[in-house]
């Protein structure tokens, strides 16, 4: 043997001795300070050696279960969960040991959407009050995961993370999801509940690329783009490429994330194992133009999750876009009150839940400051459908309508004591006749009913409210809260 083959045997005992020793690892959505969901089969997973036996000992019970690895290193176990409470610790034990520690049991929510979503208490974000509300954010039953933007052609069987679980406090909340958060906070102070958060949200994002691609399937159009993308362009060079042969002169730059399904299979698909309570939705500004296809995209997405999740019946709750542009009295038609009455279509979806938020936009400003009311009012949905408390969560919604001597008697759900936020008579309501052409209205409240004429339009067709991309309306219910715009008629875009 020579001076330098001498050392081989060495080097391999050497190898694999290491390889031996190799460090237990986890999936990143597993660390410590962790939420796990309460009342629960909480699947764990992570990677070790190729048949390696993984002992799991969570201190609620103090019992030891094990799995073993499978031919890819990848090992996991379903493990259930008691009633909320903690801290609690989980040893993991194999050919090395890892314990997580400051585990809390509770409910996690998955919050997702583009920016206004996305958008931090602090940072970039800067909400009403934000240097108080970082000052005064000391709740150690919060607990914040932050998903990295990330995009992928295939769906990815791990995620990438900007930032593992945090514990909410002044030194971490700046850069939480303000609406994420304040939804935790009213959930967390109503119920005592320890709330985690999960938060895989992308600034200006269409709902497209957070769809699936088996949501594209009943779209003959979108499932010859899909099927495009997962068969000619294996790289994002090439289908960059390929854009740039096609754009013309107007057409904006290329970026990966406008592209179906990248985010769904890089920041939600990864997610399909975590147990949770629920999600949270805020999204839809990039899709102001397109409601018509909002439409169908978003009830095929809400139950495309729900198939990822394998959980049929998990809450789906989102935001209803913000006023936004200058106010106008003029009756012109609105890409942004068409965005919105697509989102509201949802509500047909059993366990799905709307927070109107037409009153707390912004004219100037795409990102309003105002999210703690955004996200007390997901947590008043929450509380209701999920929590189960007796307690008001919507304002307004339209109902049904009757025509009686060239009135239209409008009758609403979540009605009692219906009022104006001003004092004066309600406002916002526009009417047509057979003509489809609109003229202001006059209304009056009788009791939980909205009674409209105009002397203009003798045999009345269609009544809308709040038509407009920030309209000047005043309709609300005792509990506070705006009435949904909406439309009584079915007239095409």
Request: aromatic share 14%; hydrophobic share 35%.
């Given at each position: 043997?020579?001076?330098?083959?001498?050392?081989?045997?060495?080097?391999?005992?050497?190898?694999?001795?290491?390889?031996?020793?190799?460090e237990?690892?986890l999936?990143?959505?597993?660390?410590?300070?962790?939420?796990l969901?309460?009342?629960?089969?909480?699947?764990?997973?992570?990677?070790?050696?190729?048949?390696?036996?993984?002992?799991?000992?969570?201190?609620?019970?103090n019992?030891t279960?094990?799995?073993?690895?499978?031919?890819?290193?990848?090992?996991?176990?379903?493990?259930?969960?008691?009633?909320?409470?903690?801290?609690?610790?989980?040893?993991?034990?194999?050919?090395?040991?890892?314990?997580?520690?400051?585990?809390?049991?509770?409910?996690?929510?998955?919050?997702?959407g583009?920016?206004?979503?996305?958008?931090?208490?602090?940072?970039?974000?800067?909400?009403?009050?934000?240097?108080?509300?970082?000052?005064?954010?000391?709740?150690?039953?919060?607990?914040?995961?932050?998903?990295?933007?990330?995009?992928s052609?295939?769906?990815l069987?791990?995620?990438?993370?900007?930032?593992?679980?945090?514990?909410?406090?002044?030194?971490?909340?700046?850069?939480?999801?303000?609406?994420?958060?304040?939804?935790?906070?009213?959930?967390?102070?109503?119920?005592?509940?320890?709330?985690?958060?999960?938060?895989?949200?992308?600034?200006?994002?269409?709902?497209?690329?957070?769809?699936?691609?088996?949501?594209?399937?009943?779209?003959?159009?979108?499932?010859?783009?899909?099927?495009?993308?997962?068969?000619?362009?294996?790289?994002?060079?090439?289908?960059?490429?390929?854009?740039?042969?096609?754009?013309?002169?107007?057409?904006p730059p290329?970026?990966?994330?406008?592209?179906?399904?990248?985010?769904?299979?890089?920041?939600?698909?990864?997610?399909?194992?975590?147990?949770?309570?629920?999600f949270?939705?805020?999204?839809?500004?990039?899709?102001v133009?397109?409601?018509?296809?909002?439409?169908?995209?978003?009830?095929?997405?809400?139950?495309?999750?729900r198939?990822?999740?394998?959980?049929?019946?998990?809450?789906?709750?989102?935001?209803?876009?913000?006023n936004?542009?200058q106010?106008?009295?003029?009756?012109d038609?609105?890409?942004?009150?068409?965005?919105?009455?697509?989102?509201?279509?949802?509500l047909?979806?059993?366990?799905?839940?709307?927070?109107?938020?037409?009153?707390?936009?912004?004219?100037?400003?795409?990102?309003?400051?105002?999210?703690?009311?955004?996200?007390?009012?997901?947590?008043?949905?929450?509380?209701?459908?999920?929590?189960?408390?007796?307690?008001?969560?919507?304002?307004?919604?339209?109902?049904?309508?009757?025509r009686?001597?060239?009135?239209?008697?409008?009758?609403?759900?979540?009605?009692?004591?219906?009022?104006?936020?001003?004092?004066?008579?309600?406002?916002?309501?526009?009417?047509?006749?057979?003509?489809?052409?609109?003229?202001?209205?006059?209304?009056?409240?009788?009791?939980?009913?909205?009674?409209?004429?105009?002397?203009?339009?003798?045999k009345?067709?269609?009544?809308?409210?709040?038509?407009?991309?920030?309209?000047?309306?005043?309709l609300?219910?005792?509990?506070d809260?705006?009435a949904?715009?909406?439309?009584?008629?079915?007239?095409?875009?």
């Amino acid at each position: 043997m020579t001076k330098s083959n001498k050392y081989i045997p060495w080097l391999l005992i050497l190898l694999l001795s290491m390889r031996a020793k190799a460090e237990i690892s986890l999936s990143a959505l597993f660390s410590d300070n962790m939420i796990l969901q309460q009342k629960s089969i909480v699947k764990i997973w992570g990677y070790g050696n190729v048949s390696e036996k993984v002992g799991i000992n969570a201190s609620w019970n103090n019992e030891t279960y094990f799995s073993t690895t499978d031919t890819d290193g990848v090992w996991e176990y379903n493990l259930a969960t008691p009633l909320y409470g903690g801290p609690y610790t989980i040893k993991l034990t194999g050919d090395s040991t890892l314990t997580l520690k400051n585990i809390l049991i509770g409910d996690v929510w998955l919050c997702s959407g583009q920016s206004n979503m996305e958008m931090p208490i602090g940072g970039w974000g800067k909400v009403l009050n934000y240097e108080m509300e970082i000052a005064n954010a000391n709740y150690d039953q919060i607990r914040y995961f932050n998903v990295n933007h990330y995009t992928s052609n295939q769906p990815l069987q791990d995620v990438k993370y900007f930032k593992q679980w945090q514990v909410c406090s002044p030194k971490t909340a700046e850069e939480f999801s303000a609406v994420a958060y304040f939804f935790a906070r009213e959930v967390y102070n109503k119920t005592k509940i320890p709330i985690g958060i999960i938060n895989a949200s992308y600034q200006g994002t269409a709902i497209q690329a957070w769809m699936g691609r088996d949501a594209f399937i009943a779209n003959a159009k979108m499932k010859r783009i899909t099927d495009s993308i997962f068969t000619d362009y294996k790289t994002w060079e090439q289908m960059k490429n390929a854009y740039d042969s096609a754009k013309t002169s107007n057409s904006p730059p290329f970026r990966p994330q406008d592209t179906p399904t990248v985010l769904y299979n890089a920041m939600i698909y990864p997610l399909k194992k975590c147990s949770i309570k629920g999600f949270l939705w805020y999204q839809g500004e990039n899709n102001v133009g397109g409601a018509r296809l909002y439409e169908e995209y978003f009830k095929a997405m809400i139950n495309n999750w729900r198939q990822t999740f394998n959980h049929q019946n998990l809450p789906f709750y989102f935001v209803q876009l913000a006023n936004y542009k200058q106010k106008t009295t003029d009756i012109d038609r609105s890409y942004w009150a068409e965005l919105r009455e697509a989102q509201a279509k949802a509500l047909s979806l059993p366990f799905t839940g709307m927070a109107i938020a037409i009153d707390i936009g912004e004219a100037d400003n795409v990102h309003p400051k105002n999210k703690q009311e955004v996200g007390r009012r997901l947590a008043l949905v929450a509380l209701s459908k999920s929590y189960k408390r007796n307690i008001s969560y919507s304002g307004p919604i339209f109902k049904k309508v009757k025509r009686k001597n060239g009135s239209v008697i409008l009758f609403f759900k979540h009605a009692k004591r219906l009022r104006t936020n001003d004092g004066a008579s309600p406002k916002g309501f526009i009417i047509a006749g057979n003509d489809k052409k609109f003229v202001h209205a006059s209304a009056r409240i009788s009791g939980n009913r909205v009674v409209i004429s105009s002397r203009k339009i003798s045999k009345p067709v269609s009544v809308r409210y709040g038509w407009g991309d920030n309209p000047d309306c005043n309709l609300y219910n005792k509990y506070d809260l705006p009435a949904a715009p909406f439309k009584t008629d079915s007239w095409d875009y």
